[in-house]
């Protein structure tokens, strides 16, 4: 990751040592950081500077980390939000769903999960995208997180049936190929038919039967 100049970091984090490392580690990349050791506080700082990625923790004083985000996005669809936390319980990563554009690293946190999910938010800004998938009217995918809402419901997926899920949404304009599909679901090993049709009947289950579609002899698309 290059040294980003232009865009600005709101760092929240109440404990002062995991701030200070935390901020040490971000001047290795970027020339605009700023920090908050609560939600109030980042709210105020978040008019002030207008951020472009904000990284937050989930417990703090005052206001947690998922109220401030709320409220941050009451006002801005599009700023990048890295939350991190100590939490994997299913009602928190359905409101981080609910939020959008949030990039959820598990406590502690490892160097090379948080520099690929800011490379990742740099690319949404770049290109004006977003990790949150909605695939219908009561399903949600998370790309970057790999965690599929149905309902409101955490639906657990195979390895294999993420690794389509996103081959699919990522050509989402298109027919994916059966060498396409081989190649990156099975990797090295041989793709059988009857192993593909098993898996697509399985991920139509879980989300929709029309969901994805099937030309002969070309591949799948998903509807969305």
């Known amino acids: 990751m290059t040294t980003n100049k232009h865009i ?8 002062e040592i995991t701030r200070e490392n935390g901020i040490e580690y971000l001047e290795n990349y970027f020339e605009h950081i700023y920090e908050s050791k609560d939600g109030l506080d980042a709210l105020k700082k978040f008019e002030q500077i207008n951020p472009d990625i ?31 936390t100590a939490y994997s319980h299913k009602e928190y990563l359905l409101k981080a769903i609910e939020l959008q ?37 009561n399903s949600f995918f998370d790309k970057y997180n790999h965690t599929l809402f149905v309902n409101n419901e955490l639906i657990k997926l195979r390895t294999k049936e993420t690794d ?3 081959l ?14 081989e190649n990156y679901v099975w990797k090295d090993f041989p793709m059988t038919k009857d192993a593909l049709k098993t898996l697509i ?24």
């Open 101 to 137: 554009l949030i990039k959820y690293l598990m406590k502690p946190i490892k160097e090379y999960e948080l520099k690929a999910a800011l490379e990742l938010c740099i690319n949404n800004l770049e290109y004006n995208k977003t990790n949150v998938i909605q695939l219908n009217e």
């Open 201 to 224: 009947k399985y991920l139509k289950q879980k989300i929709s039967k029309d969901i994805i579609s099937n030309q002969n002899g070309v591949g799948y698309k998903i509807n969305v």
């Open 8 to 15: 600005k970091i709101l760092y929240v984090e109440d404990d």
């Open 168 to 181: 699919l949404l990522n050509n989402k304009d298109r027919f994916v190929t059966y060498e396409e599909i």
């Open 54 to 84: 904000i990284i937050t923790d989930i417990q703090m004083p005052k206001i947690d980390g998922l109220e401030f985000i709320k409220r941050v996005r009451q006002k801005n669809k599009e700023v990048q939000i890295i939350v991190l």
């Open 164 to 166: 389509l899920l996103t």
